[in-house]
């Protein structure tokens, strides 16, 4: 049994609305956020791209009260295939324990 996300979750609720949810002791978030693809100039505004955040950290507590240093992520294209990389991500990270 894995982590299983088909039909739960889709690029147009992330794009609204963050994910969340928990499996055997970890605890898991998926969010749109944006990274700096390059920086400012004086004639240039800096320009972003929109990612899936993933983020994972051990239970009991929510993503709001855990400390920064027990939650770790990593981010992903923000596509549907992204999604399937993030969720492909959660298992392995819970597999190896690193949550």
Same mark, same amino acid.
């Not at 039909?7 to 609204?16: E, F, P, Q, R, T």
């Not at 978030?29 to 944006?34: G, H, T």
């Given at each position: 049994m894995a982590i299983d996300l088909h039909?739960?979750?889709?690029?147009?609720?992330?794009?609204?609305?963050r994910f969340t949810?928990?499996?055997r002791g970890m605890r898991y978030?998926?969010?749109? /956020?944006?990274i700096v693809r390059k @920086? /400012?100039?004086e004639t240039?505004? @800096?320009e972003?791209?929109?990612v899936i955040r993933a983020t994972i950290w051990p239970e009991p507590f929510n993503f709001e009260?855990?400390?920064e240093e027990k939650k770790h992520w990593k981010d992903f294209p923000f596509t549907l295939d992204g999604i399937w990389e993030s969720v492909d991500w959660l298992n392995a990270e819970h597999e190896a324990g690193h949550y």
């Open positions: 039909g739960d979750i889709s690029v147009a609720y992330l794009k609204k609305s949810g928990s499996y978030q998926l969010e749109r /956020a944006e @920086e /400012a100039t240039e505004p @800096e972003k791209t929109p009260v855990t400390a």
